[in-house]
């Protein structure tokens, strides 16, 4: 078994999370600005980088498919294992569900997605206005749910590296 994750699935990591991070950021700053050229353009790029955080989790999925992540070490207890496995499983389930609800808002509010500017993505819904309004509500509610996840998420790893004293942080980060 590998005692580190591969480049591959480090840099996966990181630049979802750095784009996530910033989605949750530009998310929550552009919801109350008042309607202007400004706005529109936080929201395409909002569109943008969520779409890629689509694809990047793609990505990433077929990557662990392929490559076995490292074990958890050795001296964790066995509800700290299953704890991080089921964040884990909800932190992918999440990378796909948020992009789509946030999608499926855009489509039901009648905004079409384009990718980059360029690339148009079909409306999965026919526009409907109170389906947009609730799709809005639920993907807010997600967004929350990923940041106390996150917080958990970083606590955790924090703790694995500085009380515990374990590789769990380090064998995710990029080496020099």
Do not use: N
Not at 33 to 50: E, M, N, V
């Amino acid at each position: 078994m590998p005692a580190r994750y591969t480049r591959t699935a480090i840099l996966l990591h990181w630049l979802i999370a750095l784009t996530m991070l910033g989605l949750l950021g530009v998310g929550l700053y552009m919801t109350d600005l008042k309607l202007s050229p400004a706005k529109l353009k936080l929201y395409s790029w909002h569109k943008w980088a969520g779409v890629t955080v689509f694809a990047l989790a793609l990505l990433r999925l077929a990557w662990r498919a392929l490559h076995t992540p490292p074990p958890m070490p050795q001296a964790m207890p066995a509800w700290q294992r299953r704890g991080a496995e089921a964040a884990h499983a909800v932190l992918y389930l999440l990378m796909f569900i948020i992009p789509l609800s946030g999608w499926l808002m855009s489509s039901a509010k009648g905004v079409q997605t384009v990718w980059f500017g360029v690339l148009p993505l079909p409306d999965l819904l026919a526009k409907d206005k109170q389906l947009g309004h609730f799709l809005e509500e639920v993907h807010a509610s997600l967004c929350y749910g990923l940041m106390a996840l996150l917080v958990m998420h970083i606590g955790a790893a924090l703790k694995h590296h500085f009380i515990d004293r374990d590789d769990v942080l380090t064998r995710m980060l990029p080496h020099r």
